[in-house]
């Protein structure tokens, strides 16, 4: 609506299931027929069709990226966090609370997905070179049941976890789970995006930081770029 003024106007296409990169193909090509100038393509699983992408370009349609950069596609821009940085900036606050040694875990959605990887990644090394604990990386395929059921698997399989970084979302249904599980007061959480069912469980000292990563500034910086 913001855009209308301009005389821009929006086509929106959702894909059910995120992780079938033929739904995805097929959203791309409704798209093109509908003879767009432009896309905001955000790939919440690891998109392997650089190829689609190189198409849009030669057919003169640009591409910018939100969630996750893809290396080697033909993009006009990337627009999202440092990675790197962030996963740097959970062990700052995971290190306040942490003792030398003590275990931890870093959920994220999908392994395989750039953005996830490198949070995780960077995480793990900063945690084992600043108080020698190891952080072990899962997977919750960024689903919330998942997420949960993950939670008290850990936490029953190691009772010794003292801390999980929620890189990606869900972290609501893993302070669930801590409670459920009875370990309020043993484990704590990192998560990331602020969300309002959150604070009950920062008001518990459940949560000990949550990183915002400005979804709504970065969609306008996406647009912008476009």
């Given at each position: 609506e913001s855009l209308?003024?301009?005389?821009?106007?929006?086509?929106?296409?959702?894909?059910?299931?995120?992780?079938?990169?033929?739904?995805?193909?097929?959203?791309?090509?409704?798209?093109?027929?509908?003879?767009?100038?432009?896309?905001?393509?955000?790939?919440?699983?690891?998109?392997?069709?650089?190829?689609?992408?190189?198409?849009?370009?030669s057919k003169g349609i640009p591409v910018v990226l939100l969630l996750s950069d893809i290396h080697g596609s033909k993009r006009?821009?990337?627009?999202g966090v440092d990675a790197v940085l962030s996963g740097k900036t959970a062990a700052d606050l995971a290190v306040m609370t942490l003792k030398p040694g003590e275990q931890c875990?870093?959920?994220?959605?999908?392994?395989?997905?750039?953005?996830?990887?490198?949070?995780?990644?960077?995480f793990a090394n900063q945690i084992?070179?600043?108080?020698?604990?190891?952080?072990t990386i899962y997977e919750t395929?960024?689903?919330?049941?998942?997420?949960?059921?993950?939670?008290?698997?850990r936490?029953?399989?190691?009772?010794?976890?003292?801390?999980?970084?929620?890189?990606?979302?869900n972290s609501v249904p893993v302070?669930?789970?801590?409670?459920?599980?009875?370990?309020?007061?043993?484990?704590k959480v990192i998560?990331?995006?602020v969300w309002t069912e959150l604070k009950e469980y920062v008001e518990q000292g459940i949560v000990i930081g949550a990183l915002d990563q400005h979804m709504a500034e970065q969609g306008d910086i996406a647009v912008k770029t476009l």
């Open positions: 209308s003024d301009y005389k821009v106007h929006a086509e929106f296409c959702n894909c059910p299931l995120y992780s079938d990169e033929q739904q995805i193909l097929e959203c791309l090509h409704k798209l093109v027929e509908k003879d767009v100038n432009g896309i905001l393509f955000g790939p919440f699983h690891h998109f392997t069709r650089v190829d689609e992408l190189a198409k849009l370009e006009l821009a990337y627009v875990a870093v959920f994220v959605g999908n392994k395989d997905f750039e953005e996830h990887r490198a949070k995780a990644e960077s084992w070179e600043r108080c020698g604990s190891k952080a395929q960024d689903d919330s049941e998942l997420a949960y059921h993950l939670t008290v698997t936490l029953t399989l190691n009772p010794h976890l003292r801390l999980i970084y929620v890189a990606t979302a302070c669930k789970a801590i409670c459920d599980c009875g370990k309020a007061n043993e484990v998560a990331t995006d």
